[in-house]
């Protein structure tokens, strides 16, 4: 595939910018808040964090104790089964999925959640399903700064 001249340049009127120039590794962590709703929309939990925006994520992960902080239970049958790979090579871990809003560029979406069922420390991730649907990323990796408009 390869990247063609368009016949006018586009303005992309970005909203939002994080630096993350102090960040480990200069990785793009942006801070995020996350929420869950009962059946009626009425606020269970809060859960803020730093996220590394990953576009090679196809899935948000987050630890086990981010789904406690949000009230969830794992063991509801509502929430499935989904095997985690690519963070350790050869390994997979044990994951559950489930819905759960995020705020990004001032807006709340909904999307699939992956919580790591083990007790280890887990690097927060931000993937693509959900996510990049609804909010325009653009990495400056010269400026080591990331921008966003929902």
Not at 5 to 16: E, K, M, N, Y
Not at 66 to 81: C, E, I, M
Not at 97 to 123: K, Q
Not at 127 to 147: C, I, K, P, T, W
């Amino acid at each position: 595939m390869s990247l063609v001249a368009l016949p006018d340049s586009r303005d992309i009127g970005f909203t939002h910018r994080a630096d993350y120039s102090s960040q480990e590794g200069n990785r793009p962590v942006i801070d995020v808040e996350f929420a869950t709703v009962d059946q009626e929309g009425r606020l269970i939990g809060t859960y803020e964090t730093g996220v590394t925006v990953d576009s090679g994520a196809d899935t948000t992960l987050l630890g086990l104790s981010a789904a406690v902080t949000l009230g969830l239970d794992l063991t509801d049958p509502a929430y499935s089964d989904v095997p985690i790979s690519g963070i350790v090579p050869g390994t997979r871990l044990a994951g559950r999925e489930a819905p759960v809003l995020v705020r990004l560029c001032g807006v709340w979406l909904e999307i699939p959640v992956t919580f790591v069922t083990s007790m280890g420390p887990v690097r927060h991730l931000l993937g693509r399903e959900g996510v990049f649907d609804n909010v325009l990323f653009a990495f400056a990796h010269s400026e080591q700064a990331l921008y966003g408009a929902a």
